[in-house]
């Protein structure tokens, strides 16, 4: 067996989220993903993505909740590992990260920042603009896009970024916010009306326009 005990209790474990949610920007909702500014060395002052140490008697799911809301006051709506990263040459200490990826509604991301206290060291950035970042985290962010991007294609994910009740539109809008592209609006609808995963309800979105019907997904048991 090759390695000391010595160099196995050297190596340590994090545990990183990548959260997406939409936020408003001038060209209407865009998916964004918040940042931490590194507070010591090493990278001093870099953006990071959120995290933490691994405590011995944690879980892991426990461990990426807990640094999420301890570094951006969140707490997500899905959570979902993602993915380990252990390159030896990632950080100047061997560090296995293991990193999760997550969702938040967005009427919920102000409420919970103001009801825990806004930690000033952190802010959102456009995921299609994100600054260089310490260590492999831009590798991160871009791989977690990837798979939501993939992933959003087949499955319900998107009522991660979504309340509990919407209109067809605000779906499409979160889709194209995903995407990162405009998507037809006949097509959209004609597909998602013939799903089994939406179910109508009796309420409506009144505004400027006609009255939209609000749908739900099915809920799983």
Do not use: C
Not at 6 to 12: K, L, N
Not at 204 to 221: I, N
Request: charged letters at 25%.
């Amino acid at each position: 067996m090759s390695g000391t005990t010595g160099d196995r209790d050297a190596i340590g474990v994090a545990v990183s989220t990548v959260i997406f949610s939409l936020r408003s920007a001038d060209e209407g909702e865009r998916l964004m993903l918040p940042l931490v500014r590194r507070t010591r060395e090493p990278h001093l002052g870099s953006w990071a993505l959120p995290g933490g140490w691994l405590d011995p008697a944690e879980d892991l799911d426990a461990a990426a909740s807990r640094t999420l809301a301890e570094t951006t006051a969140l707490q997500p709506s899905y959570l979902e590992q993602l993915y380990t990263f252990g390159d030896v040459a990632r950080s100047p200490s061997r560090t296995i990260s293991i990193v999760y990826w997550a969702l938040l509604r967005s009427d919920l991301v102000d409420a919970q920042r103001s009801r825990a206290g806004a930690p000033e060291n952190v802010e959102w950035f456009d995921v299609d603009a994100v600054p260089p970042l310490a260590f492999d985290h831009n590798r991160i962010a871009e791989y977690a896009l990837w798979r939501l991007r993939n992933k959003v294609a087949y499955s319900r994910i998107a009522a991660g970024l979504l309340p509990d009740e919407f209109t067809l539109t605000e779906l499409r809008e979160v889709y194209e916010a995903v995407l990162g592209q405009r998507l037809d609006p006949s097509n959209f609808r004609r597909l998602l009306e013939g799903s089994d995963e939406l179910v109508p309800t009796e309420s409506f979105r009144t505004g400027k326009h006609r009255p939209a019907r609000l749908y739900r997904y099915v809920a799983h048991s």
